[in-house]
Each structure stands twice: as structure tokens, then as C-alpha cells.
């Protein structure tokens, strides 16, 4: 399978933590990206990461890439109640093929 | 703010009927996407769409599924001949370019074969 794999499944923090989620793919990539879906809603795009970038910060959100490990982290600073969600990392193929991987569920507790 | 609309929210069908999902993309994309997610599960990529034709689609994307641009705004999944294993969510998503290809997604419809 080409797919994203995230870790952990589950997170639970309490608020003001900061939560690291991870994924791993397994092909080359155009680029990867993060989502995060509500609870029964649709995915809502965070943050993009080309094939020749590290790092990439968007407010509390930081996304680094290793390209030779074939992973990718997201880190969420300063988490609050409101970032309670599923996060998926997707990644690109040909630029119009991309998988999704099984998502971390976080949890902030406040 | 543009939004990716879908329609029905709730679908219910009985087992080999025949359902069509509707998606109304942003009105200045130009890629277009459906994706299902069965219960509890990962987001599975089942087509792309670009000028009139089909750029890519998984091996999900049997016989069995079809997809239409009937008109300037509309971007239809057809289903055919249902199974209780095609009961999922299923999301429609459109993005302006192919680089980078940052996709909007619908809130979904829930589909119910019975």
C-alpha cells in the first residue's frame, strides 16, 4: 500500500500541551499534507509540505518532512479544546492521486 | 467564503439500486475528487477528474462507479447496482490547480444501502 500511516491512533492531552502526530508513507511523494476532520464533517486542509522542504510553520502548527525516512510530524503548540479532532496526513502522487492515512484521534482536554 | 457543496447529506437505498451523489465544487476549480470512508475508517481516494475526463482513480473505482461533469457546476458519483459494502461517507473535493493541489472537501453524504 502507498498509504499514510499515522501514529499514534489516539492522543489525549491536556490543554496548553503541545501533541506530535506522525506518518509514514511508503512511495515518493509531490508533497504531503495535513487535514483535520470534526467529528462526522468533511476534512479541512492545515497545511502543505513540498517534496524539497523540511520544516513548514502556520501559526501554532509546525510540519517538518524527512524524505529519506519517508516521514512526516505535526506538531500542534499551545493545544486548546477547539483542536480536538482527527488529523490525516495525505500524500500526492502524480499530483492527482493522493491517499490518506488512518488518522490520529486527539484529544484536548481542558 | 466558497464552499464545496454536496447533496444529498443522508442517502438510503436498497441493495442493487442504482444512487447518484451530487457535489457542487468552487466555482473556479479546476479538479475535482471523490473520496468514500467507510465507517471508523481511513479516507480512501477513489477518483480524480480534470477537463472533462478522468485523471486518476483507485482500485476501488470499479466497473461499478461512474462520474459526470453534466454541466458547469455539478460534479456527479454514480453508483451502480449497490452493495451493503459501498455504505460509507462519501466526499466530494475540488482544488484550483494541480500545483499545489490543496483540495476543499464537501461535508458528505452518508450513504445507506440496505
Known amino acids: 500500500s502507498q498509504q499514510g500511516e499515522e501514529d499514534p491512533q489516539a492522543l489525549s492531552i491536556q490543554e496548553g500541551e503541545n501533541a506530535t502526530m506522525n506518518c509514514s508513507y511508503k512511495t515518493s511523494i509531490n508533497n504531503l499534507q495535513w487535514y483535520r476532520q470534526n467529528s462526522g464533517r468533511g476534512l479541512v486542509h492545515l497545511i502543505l509540505?513540498?517534496?524539497?522542504?523540511r520544516e513548514k510553520h502556520s501559526g501554532r502548527l509546525r510540519v517538518t518532512l524527512d524524505t529519506s525516512k519517508k516521514s512526516s510530524s505535526l506538531l500542534i503548540t499551545a493545544s486548546r479544546a477547539a483542536d480536538t479532532a482527527s488529523y490525516f496526513c495525505?500524500?500526492?502522487?502524480?499530483?492527482?492521486?493522493?491517499?490518506f492515512g488512518s488518522g490520529t484521534k486527539l484529544n484536548v482536554k481542558p | 467564503e466558497p464552499e464545496v457543496t454536496q447533496t444529498p447529506s443522508h442517502q438510503v437505498t436498497q441493495m442493487g439500486q442504482e444512487v447518484i451523489l451530487r457535489c457542487v465544487p468552487i466555482?473556479?476549480?479546476?479538479?475535482f475528487y471523490w473520496y468514500r470512508q467507510i465507517l471508523g475508517q481511513k479516507v480512501e481516494f477513489l477518483v480524480s477528474?480534470?477537463?472533462?475526463?478522468?485523471?486518476?482513480k483507485s482500485e476501488i473505482f470499479d466497473d461499478q462507479f461512474s462520474v459526470e461533469r453534466p454541466d458547469g457546476s455539478n460534479f456527479t458519483l454514480k453508483i451502480r447496482s449497490t452493495k451493503l459494502e459501498d455504505s460509507a461517507m462519501y466526499f466530494c473535493?475540488?482544488?484550483?490547480?494541480?500545483?499545489?493541489?490543496?483540495?476543499?472537501f464537501g461535508a458528505g453524504t452518508r450513504l445507506s444501502v440496505l
Open positions: 477528474f480534470y477537463n472533462n475526463e478522468i485523471s486518476e
Open positions: 473535493a475540488s482544488s484550483e490547480g494541480w500545483d499545489p493541489n490543496i483540495q476543499y
Open positions: 466555482s473556479n476549480h479546476l479538479y
Open positions: 509540505i513540498r517534496s524539497n522542504e
Open positions: 495525505a500524500t500526492a502522487h502524480n499530483f492527482n492521486k493522493f491517499y
